[in-house]
């Protein structure tokens, strides 16, 4: 690498987003991307603002902090919002995990690998049960403190619903391991709670260590647009702005921070699109399972299949010739799994009409 | 501070962006906004986009770095683009000059400052001459070796014009900046340099560590959809990536982009703007030194003002007081001037005339 290249630069584990190959066009289900546009008063809000782009976007996002706070019933001085849940991530990893330990699932979204490795965290991970399930009763740093006497404990990190396997762990459960963690932060990653679970958010107010990260890319149709948030005690919301007034000002720019606010105040067309894909994603499951799949209890915007005849690898080439991208992970304990995201019910025909022909042909 | 922040919050010292009240409706020439709205064609392909938001955007930017790479006749892997110059700042910083020793004029854009102490680069001041201009003989890491002989040399963070002073240094100047620390990346941030002047893009294929920043904030009129890039050897710009992808990968959203590429595109526009602004810069930098104010030679998209009388604090005060919000730095050596952005002539006359008031009053 390049002599110029400081530390940091020379440690550092990019992360690689999910492939977007552009030879033809494809159906893809390998991103979680939400199949329907967003709700119409997103395109008006976005609109009105265009003329205005000449003029710097507010660095607090006010009026999407204000719509945020009231949606979740928190304060404002709770909420913190910034360009995608990732970049919010980065923010919570700088703010309270440089340097010290963190807990972590061993499957689940490899960001948080690439988060320790840039902000030298201690990564250590916890194995998840056999079902793929979290034990919550794992998450506990007097378990881990006597093996790492010398380590500063960060805190832990855990979506929920966990992904790629998409099991959602009970709120009742979240707050044992809050309860059990008060020198640490627990960040518990929301980025797809909207298909039908219950949000932490909830507990904020009793837990001066309880940090909810969600995002606008899943539920809310807007993964282009960059918006994500968190939700915390006043003073994990001031040291995120710390971070982020160290590195860039304005990360959610005019149209972003409009955009999302008239999102957020379209629930009806919330409700129905979430309702849509659970509804697929339940059908779609009965189908696999008819079909000899074995699937997780996924509460997510995906499902995540395994069959134990057919190799994961040779389904997913099958269904890229095919025109289907799904999500195939090379890591040890899901490599014979694959990772479907939700798409339109048209699309997850076709994809369900795929899967059959090759099980058929397999059985063949 | 909280129990819970990590060393790099409790370090941080984090940047203050201007200040934009709410209490009233002000004539804003505190934030260099272009006063003007962005080419309609900007309009249109954002439009174009909108209905597409439920994808992710492209974390590569592809579109983007091609059209840049086309305008500044660089190859596409010579261009890197972030969320406002401000984030590819900290991307080269993060790169390039964490935990190394960098050589930075005493005044200039603040966040420079902040940058450093969060990547714990040693921050060596070089102070700008009497007159406010960079002496480029100063910029040698050879004189100043020996006084740091356990620092690293990361490289020199220079902004060309200057900020606030506007002063414009000749490229033949910066080549030979560059060519006398081939052991540092130069870094320009030419955020400024449409409104005149030459950028020193022209040299990245004959030096390996020469970097150029650039934004479309200013003259592009479009501060609010937050993009800015990079421009140097492919190496510098995989550094970059480096950091990002460790970070967010998706820092551009869908929106910005394409609205980014149709600016670039509209030429004619661009001119127009520029030529506007420039002009209204030459006419009341005229009328200034008429009324007694000594002003910087700025070749950037504002003044630098001071009147050997009558103190900057009391301008100032009484320019907001009368709606009028520009920036004054209670910084030593610059302490008595004010930085004031260029409006549109209609807001410039009202600016002129409230100086014009200001001085007979404190004549009488």
């Known amino acids: 690498m390049s002599k ?47 003329h205005k782009l000449n003029l710097y976007s507010d660095p607090e996002a006010t009026v999407l902090v204000k719509a945020l706070a009231d949606y979740h019933h928190v304060k404002e001085d709770n909420v913190f919002a910034g360009n995608g849940s990732d970049e919010v991530l980065a923010f919570a990893f700088a703010a309270f995990f440089a340097g010290k330990a963190i ?15 840039y902000y030298e965290s201690e990564f250590i991970e916890v194995p998840l ?16 403190k006597k093996l790492h006497p010398r380590s500063q404990f960060g805190g832990i990190v855990l979506p929920n619903p966990n992904a790629p396997s998409g ?27 909207d298909f039908g679970e219950e949000s932490a958010a909830s507990l904020i107010d009793q837990y001066d260590n309880l940090l909810i990260v969600q995002t606008f890319s899943k539920s809310r149709s807007l993964a282009g ?9 006043a003073e994990l919301i001031k040291g995120m702005k ?11 720019d005019r149209l972003a921070m409009y955009g999302a606010v008239a999102a957020l105040k379209d629930e009806d067309y919330f409700v129905e699109m979430k309702n849509r894909i659970t509804a697929t994603r339940e059908t779609v499951t009965k189908k696999l399972q ?15 299949m395994t069959h134990k005849d057919i190799p994961a690898t040779y389904l997913y080439e099958q269904l890229k010739k095919e025109g289907v991208l799904v999500r ?25 009409d795929i899967i059959d022909r090759l099980i058929t042909e397999t059985k063949v």
């Open 4 to 50: 110029f290249y400081s530390k940091l630069a020379l440690k550092a584990f990019p992360y690689t987003p999910g492939e977007q190959p552009t030879d033809k066009k494809y159906i893809k289900l390998n991103s979680n991307e939400n199949p329907y546009p967003p709700s119409p008063t997103v395109s008006k809000a976005i609109q009105e603002e265009i």
């Open 103 to 117: 807990l972590c699932p061993d499957i689940t979204y490899n960001f948080y690998f690439t988060f320790a490795k």
């Open 129 to 144: 049960q056999d079902d793929l399930s979290v034990n919550p009763a794992d998450y506990n740093w007097e378990r881990f």
């Open 167 to 193: 099991i959602y762990l009970q709120l009742s459960e979240i707050e044992k391991i809050v309860q059990a963690n008060p020198d640490g932060v627990v960040l518990i990653d929301e980025a797809y709670i």
């Open 225 to 233: 647009l960059r918006i994500g948030f968190a939700i915390g005690n």
């Open 242 to 252: 710390r971070i982020k007034d160290s590195y860039n000002s304005f990360t959610v």
């Open 290 to 304: 008819k079909a000899g799949f074995t699937l997780t209890n996924s509460k997510g915007s995906f499902i995540f």
């Open 328 to 352: 195939h992970y090379k890591q040890p304990r899901i490599n014979n799994y694959l990772r479907v995201s939700i798409g339109s019910d048209e699309e997850m025909n076709i994809f369900c």
